[in-house]
């Protein structure tokens, strides 16, 4: 009788700086972001990634001299400010980004892997 072990699917990877990078509007002090990204444990750097997908609307309205540049971004927790009310939908279906605990591991959601896809042109 041949065993053969049933090896559970490997998890999603978790986001990278990569994904973070690719993101953020302003690309300036790298070297510091990912310093600061370093920092930063597995729910946080997953946190941080969806918040800079919500944000990047924003950013994408603004000014390039208003917005923050990412390392102070990602050291001040800036993805778990409130977004403006201009960038909120109206639609009942669209909630404002809100800060959540997350657990130690979560999967990244799909309109945030579908737009580091499209970003990165391989969509």
């Given at each position: ?27 300036c ?23 800079a997908?919500s ?13 923050v540049?990412?390392?102070?971004w ?43 896809a ?6």
């Amino acid at each position: 009788m041949n065993v053969v072990p049933i090896t559970p699917p490997d998890p999603e990877p978790l986001p990278s700086f990569d994904d973070l990078w690719t993101l953020v509007v302003k690309k300036c002090r790298k070297y510091e972001t990912r310093l600061e990204w370093n920092k930063l444990d597995e729910a946080e750097r997953l946190a941080a990634v969806i918040g800079a997908a919500s944000w990047r609307r924003v950013w994408l309205r603004m000014e390039q001299q208003y917005i923050v540049d990412p390392c102070r971004w990602l050291k001040y927790r800036r993805w778990e400010d409130e977004l403006p009310a201009a960038a909120t939908s109206t639609h009942a279906s669209h909630q404002p980004a809100v800060a959540t605990p997350l657990p130690a591991r979560t999967a990244m959601p799909d309109g945030v892997r579908q737009m580091l896809a499209k970003l990165r042109g391989k969509a």
